[in-house]
């Protein structure tokens, strides 16, 4: 089967619109190929971070994406951090690429230009990305159309590595993420949901209290029209709230609209509502189940234990090829 992995930067807690528009499809992802998902701890300290926040993001981003769906027995999880031959793999690397490249990549670029004393990591954290991905054996890396370049970057360092010291890695390709549902923000319908929001009140996180979350539903931007309708132009309220409703529910957009043919807005945000609620508190009951457990140090601890012997083991070829041996 087919390998294909994913990696996750511990940076809080996430969106409605995360788990619709992309946890959905990694679960679609657990079903047809040998899942690996790793939290990607060592790439979110390129940007300086709070040692206690990111301590319990850590630990709590593995037990929101469990409670959200994604099976442990269908995944390997693990913490990049855990396994100490990432890094290892990541310098042998290095030095087989270039400034140039690493210049090259757009997100080094938009970063390095919002941080005037940006660190050196922020510049050769494509490498450890590229460690990532072809220590792993990956034969696909889910990305979005943005950061594509990244895997580019990842094909091209494993092809002159294979043709610098022979055959040692897996070609990865791109995993284009299909078109997924975009979620927006209830105050802002124009704009994607998104945490870092300056109005909190269009934005639904996961770990929300779910009395805070109807709120939010029930003073949601919409129109003075009062027809339920799908249009995304001239409607984009009611039309993100259907949105949300046929994501949750599995109703096509047309059998929402006869549903509510001739119903107020109050009645409509109400039904929305109950069916983001009636998701949310699933979800959150797994979570707190999940987040201190035995549980999820045993998925990570044997995580860890299988990446670290399939990164030692690349490292060790690595090394013998270079000449790195006594």
């Given at each position: 089967?087919?390998?294909?992995?994913?990696?996750?930067?511990?940076?809080?807690?996430?969106?409605?619109?995360?788990?619709?528009?992309?946890?959905?499809?990694?679960?679609?992802?657990?079903?047809?190929?040998?899942?690996?998902?790793?939290?990607?701890?060592?790439?979110?300290?390129?940007?300086?971070?709070?040692?206690?926040?990111?301590?319990?993001?850590?630990?709590?981003?593995?037990?929101?994406?469990?409670?959200?769906?994604?099976?442990?027995?269908?995944?390997?999880?693990?913490?990049?951090?855990?396994?100490?031959?990432v890094?290892?793999?990541?310098?042998?690397?290095?030095?087989n690429?270039?400034?140039?490249?690493?210049?090259?990549?757009?997100?080094?670029?938009?970063?390095?230009?919002?941080?005037?004393?940006?660190?050196?990591?922020?510049?050769?954290?494509?490498?450890?990305?590229?460690?990532?991905?072809?220590?792993?054996?990956?034969?696909?890396?889910?990305?979005?159309?943005?950061?594509?370049?990244?895997?580019?970057?990842?094909?091209?360092?494993?092809?002159?590595?294979?043709?610098?010291?022979?055959?040692?890695?897996?070609?990865?390709?791109?995993?284009?993420?299909?078109?997924?549902?975009?979620?927006?923000?209830?105050?802002?319908?124009?704009?994607?949901?998104?945490?870092?929001?300056?109005?909190?009140?269009?934005?639904?996180?996961?770990?929300?209290?779910?009395?805070?979350?109807?709120?939010?539903?029930?003073?949601?931007?919409t129109?003075?029209?009062?027809?339920?309708?799908?249009?995304?132009?001239?409607?984009?309220?009611?039309?993100?709230?259907?949105?949300?409703?046929?994501?949750?529910?599995?109703?096509?957009?047309?059998?929402?609209?006869?549903?509510?043919?001739?119903?107020?807005?109050?009645?409509?945000?109400?039904?929305?509502?109950?069916?983001?609620?009636?998701?949310?508190?699933?979800?959150?009951?797994?979570?707190?189940?999940?987040?201190?457990?035995?549980?999820?140090?045993?998925?990570?601890?044997?995580?860890?234990?299988?990446?670290?012997?399939?990164?030692?083991?690349k490292?060790?070829?690595?090394?013998?090829k270079?000449?790195?041996?006594r």
């Amino acid at each position: 089967m087919k390998r294909v992995l994913t990696g996750l930067q511990p940076t809080g807690v996430i969106t409605l619109g995360n788990y619709i528009g992309a946890i959905q499809q990694m679960k679609e992802y657990q079903e047809q190929y040998d899942s690996y998902m790793f939290v990607a701890d060592l790439h979110s300290i390129t940007i300086a971070q709070d040692p206690e926040e990111l301590r319990k993001n850590i630990r709590s981003l593995v037990a929101i994406y469990i409670a959200c769906g994604i099976d442990p027995k269908k995944n390997t999880m693990y913490v990049q951090s855990d396994i100490e031959y990432v890094p290892c793999v990541s310098w042998l690397l290095e030095c087989n690429s270039y400034y140039g490249e690493l210049s090259r990549m757009t997100q080094f670029k938009d970063k390095s230009a919002k941080h005037a004393n940006f660190t050196s990591g922020l510049l050769t954290y494509p490498i450890l990305m590229t460690a990532d991905i072809i220590g792993a054996d990956a034969n696909f890396v889910p990305v979005g159309v943005d950061q594509k370049q990244h895997v580019e970057l990842a094909r091209d360092i494993a092809i002159r590595f294979n043709n610098k010291y022979g055959e040692t890695f897996v070609i990865p390709e791109p995993l284009i993420k299909k078109a997924g549902t975009k979620i927006m923000d209830l105050q802002n319908p124009t704009v994607k949901m998104s945490k870092s929001a300056e109005n909190k009140k269009g934005v639904i996180l996961i770990l929300d209290d779910v009395n805070v979350t109807r709120k939010k539903i029930m003073s949601a931007t919409t129109d003075s029209e009062m027809s339920i309708k799908f249009d995304p132009e001239n409607k984009p309220g009611i039309s993100n709230l259907i949105n949300i409703y046929s994501s949750l529910t599995g109703l096509n957009i047309s059998d929402i609209e006869k549903e509510f043919e001739g119903c107020n807005y109050g009645t409509f945000k109400s039904k929305v509502a109950d069916v983001v609620v009636k998701e949310l508190e699933g979800i959150q009951e797994r979570y707190n189940e999940v987040k201190d457990s035995q549980y999820l140090t045993e998925i990570l601890d044997s995580g860890a234990a299988k990446m670290r012997e399939a990164f030692k083991k690349k490292y060790e070829i690595m090394k013998d090829k270079i000449g790195l041996v006594r």
